[in-house]
């Protein structure tokens, strides 16, 4: 009796320890991969949530329930949690997502599917004849593989970003766009502009900041080790009739992340093409109060400095250039 009410509560003891990190570990820093494995963690963390969720109904209910009202039970048990770990990230920095909602509800289905399979209380149903249980367990499998699926296609954006260097960024590739976010700032791929200037790339990158100031666009994960090259270099078409003034950020791996701990400059953008060029050197020696890691660059701002009624600007390529001693790649 000792025994078993110890391992009841270790089962418990496991459940709130699976429960804990839905709730509580959130980084809005976390890279392109960390961002997917978070997400797709929702599947297989809920499995384990219902298995043990399983564990528990059988040692509780032991022959008091049917074995398909407990499976049932349990599903609906671990939807409900689901549904209470998302309204209590609303209380802390992380947002309830309906999309977690869904990947919580497809671990839990895959739990109970591969567990009955195994549970010999439903011998003599289809569940338990051998061609049945294959079956399931395949379809168990190639389920949870397909829902993995996305790590592929992050994979590939990554492939992809080494492969166009030295440029950082370009808009052609909805790939390379898994990287970019925005705040107060709406931005979307389009055909430059007509006025823009000789040989435009295509396409470039269309800004919309709000009026409200503190809009910015995050370009995140660029290629991070810039010391074989001399500058960065950013084309920005402003279509408007008078000067403008954004400011450029870049970040590198330590934290915290703050104002003053990164490079930043401040332009006033001419109507028209300006092409905006920053030495390497410059941006190491950016930050107040340490020199900026060229070696391990993490993002780059483009962000708005006291916008008045908002307005918008094209953004080319965003690329480094190579010194001429060095043939980087």
């Known amino acids: ?63 008091r329930l049917s074995a398909a009202f407990q499976y049932a039970g349990v599903f609906g048990l671990a939807l409900f949690l689901s549904f209470l770990t998302e309204l209590i990230q609303m209380l802390g920095p992380r947002d309830a997502d ?16 591969w567990w009955v399979t195994f ?38 954006a990554y492939r992809e970003r080494e492969d166009r260097l030295p440029i950082l960024y370009s808009y052609d590739s909805p790939s390379q766009q898994r990287f970019m976010s925005s705040l107060l700032a709406v931005f979307e791929p389009v055909a430059p502009p007509a006025a823009w200037d000789a040989d435009p790339p295509d396409p470039v990158l269309h800004l ?29 078409f402003h ?16 934290r915290p992340r703050r104002y003053r701990h990164r490079f930043n400059a401040r332009i006033w953008l001419e109507p028209g093409l300006n092409r905006l060029r920053f030495p390497i050197e410059e941006i190491a020696a950016g930050p107040v109060e340490r020199e900026l890691n060229v070696a391990r660059i993490k993002r780059i701002v483009v962000f708005a400095v006291h916008p008045v009624g908002g307005f918008e600007l094209y953004l080319g390529p ?12």
């Open 1 to 63: 009796m000792e025994r078993q009410r110890w391992t009841t509560i270790g089962l418990v003891a496991g459940l709130v320890l699976a429960i804990v990190p839905l709730v509580f570990f959130w980084s809005p820093w976390r890279t392109l991969l960390a961002r997917t494995i978070n997400n797709l963690g929702h599947i297989p963390l809920f499995a384990l949530i219902t298995s043990l969720l399983i564990v528990l109904a059988r040692r509780w209910l032991g022959s």
């Open 98 to 113: 309906f999309s977690d909602l869904a990947l919580n509800g497809v671990g839990a289905a895959l739990a109970v599917l």
């Open 119 to 156: 549970d010999r209380r439903f011998d003599g149903t289809s569940v338990r004849r051998r061609s049945g249980r294959v079956v399931l367990r395949i379809v168990a499998i190639v389920v949870f593989l397909a829902f993995l699926s996305p790590l592929i296609r992050v994979w590939e």
């Open 208 to 236: 919309r900041y709000s009026r409200y100031e503190g809009g910015v666009l995050i370009l995140n994960e660029p290629y991070g080790d810039w010391r074989d090259y001399s500058a960065l270099v950013v084309d920005v």
């Open 239 to 254: 279509p408007g009739t008078d000067k403008i003034e954004i400011g450029i950020g870049v970040d590198d791996s330590l």
């Open 318 to 329: 965003i690329r480094l250039e190579a010194t001429p001693s060095t043939s980087p790649g």
